[in-house]
Structures are given as C-alpha cells and as structure tokens.
C-alpha cells in the first residue's frame, strides 16, 4: 500500500496521473455516445487522420502542444466532413467512405513526418513520435495539461448542457427531427466533441491507440447498465481509473529496467477491464448467459421428464 501512495504522491508523476486521469474520463463519455450510436470508427478515422494536422502545424512552424492539437483537430474535422459529402453524395456507403479516409490521411501524415524527421532531427523527431505511439510517463510537464483544461473543460460542458438533445439524438434522431430539433447541427456539435476527446490524447496515447480509449471505456460500461446517465458516469470512471492504473503500472515497470510506454500500457488495462466486463457482468456477460442456458436446459428437462 506505502509503494502505491508514494507513486500517487511522485511530484515527476503527478502530471502523467492527472492528464491520464482526464483523458479517460473524457474518453469515456464521449465514448459511450459513440457506441449507443454506433458511430465507433468515428474515433479511429479522427485519431488516423489528426497526424496530417499535426505535420502541417509543425512545418508552419507550431511548436506548443495547443497549436499542435488544434491543426489535428482541423485535420479531423476535414477527414469527418469528406466522410459526409461522400455519403450524403451516394458516392460510397458510409463503411467505405471511413476507411478511405482513415487510409488517405493516415498516409498522407505517414509521408509528412518522415520529411519533418529528415528536416528536424534529434529531440524534435521524438517529440512527433509521441503522436504515434503515446508519450513516456516521465516527458508528461504540467504544462502538457493546458490543453486538456482548456479544450477539454468546454467539451464536457457541452455534454452537460445539450445532455438531453444529445440523448434524443443518440436513440431516435427522426424522432429528434420530427420535434423541430436541429439535428444536423446537433451531429455536427456531438461529432465536435468526439473530436476533441480524440486530438486530446494524442500525444499521451497515440495515433494507434487513441481508438481504444474511445470504445473501450464505454464498451466494458455497456455490459453493466442500459441506462445511457450510468452508462456515460461508469464509462468516465473506468476510463480514468485505468489512465491512473496503466501509467502506475507503465511507470513500475520502467523503473525495473523495462522500458514500457505509457500509451499502450493504459490501453491493454482498459481492454482488460472490458474483457473482464464482458466475461463477469451479471445480466450481459458471457459467464452469466451461460448459467441462464444451463438453467433453462435444465428446467426443459426436469418437465420432459428426462432423468
């Protein structure tokens, strides 16, 4: 118990523990209105297509993490509005236009850091690396933390304010419509959040990764209620407590001569989090299933009169 308050209380650490702590709770509940409307892959084609943004930003000659995000998140918005133009064009089916997208821009940022690696070698080039692979749980400063204060905060401001238009539009947007609720705009609002959640945790998670912390969160918190209220404050819970737990456990392991990045770590403790939630959680789990099928087989039995 003393070697885990004193991590809590590691000065060097604070920073990674409150930025992780944030990012997965607001990962969290935009998650979870991702996944009841089954709008998941929005996260990853954001997260693959923020890398153009970020190589744009740097070689106009963006240095602080805010200028970064925010050419990430122009990145991501432009990727999210060719989608649409796309679809509502009946040029290519909504699944197609997305990995289109996803691939295009992820290979276009691919191709831009590779010269920006090539013109700005050395402490530069490692710091670009973070927005693919998430960052090391000592570089975290509290200066990294401005950025989530001041587009974060606003962000679940905007959950809390359009709480019940976002959750008409989440269940029956012809419904939402047919009220006189201006749905495209509302979409358009709810799709600006998800994007920011996403170029948020970019640089402490990672291109690759970012994805997961969308889904998962609210993935492991779906198996658990069907009330989206709970359903948004248990996704925010899991997604911070496992941003604590896998930097605590990123940064134990390092200290021990296994150099193991945060990003990946906080994802594998989130996912397991989700396996354990679709495995044990007593209405929806695979475990529980199984005994109501045991039982029900049994019960068909015992009337068949089968020995």
């Known amino acids: 118990m003393q070697p885990l308050l004193d991590l809590l209380g590691d000065p060097a650490l604070r920073p990674t523990l409150l930025a992780t702590a944030v990012l997965g709770a607001l990962s969290g509940g935009v998650g979870a209105f991702a996944v009841v409307r089954r709008q998941s892959l929005q996260g990853d084609v954001v997260s693959h297509a923020a890398l153009p943004g970020v190589a744009c930003a740097f070689w106009l000659g963006g240095r602080s993490e805010v200028v ?25 089916p909504f699944d197609a236009a997305l990995a289109a997208m996803l691939a295009t821009f992820f290979g276009l940022g691919i191709v831009l850091m590779g010269g920006l ?64 609720f201006p749905v495209r705009r509302l979409d358009l609002l709810l799709t600006a959040v998800v994007v920011v959640a996403v170029v948020l945790g970019l640089q402490t998670v990672g291109v ?59 994802v594998l403790t989130i996912t397991a989090v989700a396996l354990a939630s679709l495995a044990f959680a007593p209405r929806r789990g695979l475990l529980a ?5 045991h039982l029900l087989r049994r019960r068909f039995l015992l009337k068949a009169g089968a020995p």
């Open 208 to 266: 690759v990764l970012m994805s997961a912390l969308i889904v998962a969160p609210a993935a492991a918190a779906r198996q658990w209620t069907d009330r989206l209220g709970p359903l948004v404050l248990l996704a925010m819970t899991l997604g911070a407590a496992s941003g604590v737990a896998g930097t605590l456990l990123s940064h134990t392991l390092s200290e021990r001569g296994r150099a193991v990045p945060t990003g990946p770590t906080i």
């Open 117 to 180: 690696q090539r013109a700005y070698p050395g402490t530069n080039a490692v710091r670009l690396q973070q927005y693919l692979f998430g960052a090391e749980a000592a570089t975290v400063r509290m200066a990294d933390l401005a950025p989530l204060v001041l587009l974060g905060g606003p962000a679940l401001l905007v959950l809390v304010a359009f709480w019940k238009e976002f959750k008409l539009l989440s269940f029956d947007p012809d419904f939402a419509a047919s009220l006189g």
């Open 68 to 92: 970064l995000i925010l050419g990430a998140a122009v990145s991501g918005w432009l990727a999210l509005a060719l989608v649409g133009g796309l679809v509502r064009r009946n040029l290519a």
């Open 289 to 293: 299933a199984a005994v109501r099928r």
